[in-house]
């Protein structure tokens, strides 16, 4: 693409040269002819006065509209008359056009007459300007087409390799849980273990974990099909946010407090009253309790703290962990779909890349906004701006 695109810039700078090149040698040719003539009549008629008018007549039948000085020379080059005052003509330069005048039989001349076109340059590529212009504007929509084909190219390939990347951990996620039920099923079968009330218990506990798990997941991908769906329709009513907090505080309590660590909540809003999707904002809720959880750090007991407070007539909502924290270059993707954190070595979560892009769909689809704060070593606090109650009956 690039090569074909130089070859096009080229290719267009040749046929400008080019063009340019037969402009002025038309011009050239033009202007000779027409000093030839007014030459002659020069002769015929003997009137030096009459110099410029006859020069000007034969440029004009030659079609040249442009001013010039005139002088003419003998053949020492000394200056015998010029159109100038002054003798700055001698100055500009050597580009003029000579003439020869009053040859004789052998062809030679004793003076000469010299012409230049102050404004040659100008009048040449007034010719080629508008066909430059247009060069330059279909070669710059070109570039605009190429960049924009290689950007999508880019994007299209970024896509299709983050799907792969979620089939492949779909399965993995998917596939875990059901070996593990299909082992404890073989267990409760196989006739040789035996079935002391114990083992009855673990392994129906493993059973019921598995099975939550394996729902928990499906409930992702079920989130997908949320996420492509742009007009699925919330259930909107009037909650408290206070109340709902709590619930999904309650069920992450134990999931914290086996890692070490502890929820801390600081619940300050005076106004927690909000018109939301229960279960959606619920599911809000839970992914970024989910996340701090899971992007703690391994040797660290894991802390959540969640606040919440009132600004501007707006409810706040703050998820903030000690974890490993998202460093500055991925902050600004991790609200795209199946975008995730290359997490190198330093932990192996498997995850969909999917929690955050719905989290973002679903604020934004109550009127809300949410942004994220991180330090790569220390934390990440995710912090969710939704009307209140109050401040849409005002509205
Ligand atoms: P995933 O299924 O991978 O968790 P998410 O959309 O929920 O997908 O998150 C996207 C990425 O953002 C994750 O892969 C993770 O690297 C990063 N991330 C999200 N929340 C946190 C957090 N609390 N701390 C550190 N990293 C986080």
């Known amino acids: 693409m690039i090569l074909s695109f130089v070859g096009v810039c080229m290719l267009q700078s040749y046929y400008l040269e080019t063009l340019l090149d037969l402009r002025e040698d038309n011009f050239n040719s033009g202007v000779k002819r027409s000093l030839f003539l007014a030459a002659r009549q020069l002769e015929d008629r003997g009137e030096?006065?009459?110099?410029?008018?006859?020069?000007?007549?034969?440029?004009?039948?030659?079609?040249?509209?442009?001013?010039?000085?005139?002088?003419?020379?003998?053949?020492?080059?000394?200056?015998?008359?010029?159109?100038?005052?002054?003798?700055?003509?001698?100055?500009?330069?050597?580009d003029y056009y000579t003439q020869p005048l009053f040859e004789n039989d052998s062809h030679e001349s004793p003076f000469s007459?010299?012409?230049?076109?102050?404004?040659?340059?100008?009048?040449?590529?007034?010719?080629?300007?508008?066909?430059?212009?247009?060069?330059?504007?279909?070669?710059?929509?070109?570039?605009?087409?190429y960049i924009t084909t290689i950007v999508l190219m880019v994007r299209q390939r970024k896509l299709a390799q983050s799907k792969t990347d979620f089939m492949n951990n779909m399965t993995h996620e998917l596939k875990t849980p059901i070996s593990t039920i299909s082992l404890a099923s073989q267990m409760l079968e196989d006739g040789a273990v035996s079935k002391t009330p114990e083992m009855l218990k673990s392994v129906s506990r493993v059973i019921r974990d598995e099975t939550k798990r394996l729902s928990f997941q499906v409930e992702k991908v079920l989130q997908i099909s949320l996420l492509e769906n742009e007009k699925a329709a919330l259930k909107f009513k009037d909650v408290d946010?206070?109340?709902?907090?709590?619930?999904?505080?309650?069920?992450?309590?134990?999931?914290?407090?086996?890692?070490?660590?502890?929820?801390?909540?600081?619940?300050?809003?005076?106004?927690?009253?909000?018109?939301v999707d229960e279960l959606h904002f619920t599911n809000i809720i839970f992914n970024l309790m989910d996340n701090a959880v899971k992007y703690s750090k391994e040797e660290i007991p894991p802390v959540l703290k969640i606040k919440t407070w009132n600004e501007g007539g707006n409810l706040l909502i703050s998820v903030a962990d000690n974890g490993i924290g998202i460093k500055k270059e991925h902050l600004k993707h991790i609200f795209d779909k199946f975008h995730r954190v290359p997490t190198g070595n330093v932990h192996n979560v498997k995850g969909f890349g999917l929690g955050l892009a719905y989290?973002?769909?679903?604020?934004?689809?109550?009127?809300?906004?949410?942004?994220?704060?991180?330090?790569?070593?220390?934390?990440?606090?995710?912090?969710i701006d939704i009307p209140t109650l109050k401040k849409q009956a005002y509205e």
Request: glycine share 8%.
């Open 48 to 94: 030096i006065g009459a110099l410029h008018d006859l020069i000007t007549g034969e440029l004009l039948r030659n079609g040249i509209n442009t001013p010039f000085y005139f002088t003419i020379v003998d053949h020492n080059g000394d200056q015998l008359l010029t159109s100038l005052d002054d003798n700055d003509f001698m100055l500009e330069g050597d």
């Open 113 to 145: 007459l010299r012409v230049y076109f102050p404004e040659k340059r100008r009048v040449v590529w007034k010719m080629v300007s508008s066909m430059a212009v247009t060069t330059m504007v279909t070669t710059l929509l070109l570039l605009c087409t």
């Open 241 to 275: 946010i206070h109340e709902l907090i709590k619930g999904v505080v309650d069920s992450f309590n134990i999931k914290v407090k086996s890692k070490g660590g502890r929820i801390e909540t600081d619940l300050q809003a005076g106004e927690p009253l909000a018109t």
């Open 359 to 383: 989290v973002k769909q679903m604020v934004v689809k109550h009127n809300g906004h949410i942004r994220v704060e991180s330090e790569w070593g220390k934390g990440t606090e995710f912090i």
